[in-house]
């Protein structure tokens, strides 16, 4: 699988962006697929996750509530909906995909994903 993302860029606090991942090869519902995001000097956090089996979104202490992730089947892509972004928000943000079906607590973790796109950079202004 390869993973493309896109839409990054500068926002003023408060402000949204809608990051893109796509997916080539098999479809994303095959894979957890989540999102993470790395600050400078910092390691990459996990932001939001989903197994599209049921068991819903999962998402990081941070974000919950103000970000949403969902896939559109037809484009093969998933997104990540960020609103009341906020400077601290600022980072690279990657999408990834997980071939390993790792459990809901497993999923806030890197190792269980075996394939990263070349993440998109996020700078919210205040």
């Known amino acids: 699988v390869q993973l493309q993302a896109s839409g990054g860029g500068l926002v003023q606090a408060g402000g949204s962006l809608r990051l893109s991942c796509a997916v080539s090869?098999?479809?994303?519902?095959?894979?957890?697929m989540a999102w993470f995001r790395q600050a400078p000097g910092k390691v990459r956090e996990f932001v939001v996750g989903?197994?599209?089996?049921?068991?819903?979104?999962v998402y990081g202490d941070s974000v919950n509530g103000r970000f949403t992730m969902s896939g559109a089947s037809d484009e093969n892509t998933v997104y990540l909906q960020m609103n009341s972004l906020r400077p601290e928000d600022t980072a690279i943000y990657y999408c990834?995909?997980?071939?390993?079906?790792?459990?809901?607590?497993?999923?806030?973790?890197?190792?269980?994903?075996?394939?990263w796109g070349q993440g998109t950079q996020v700078t919210v202004s205040s």
């Open positions: 990834a995909a997980s071939t390993s079906r790792p459990t809901i607590g497993q999923m806030f973790t890197t190792r269980q994903y075996q394939c």
């Open positions: 090869g098999r479809t994303f519902k095959s894979y957890v």
């Open positions: 989903n197994r599209w089996s049921g068991s819903g979104t």
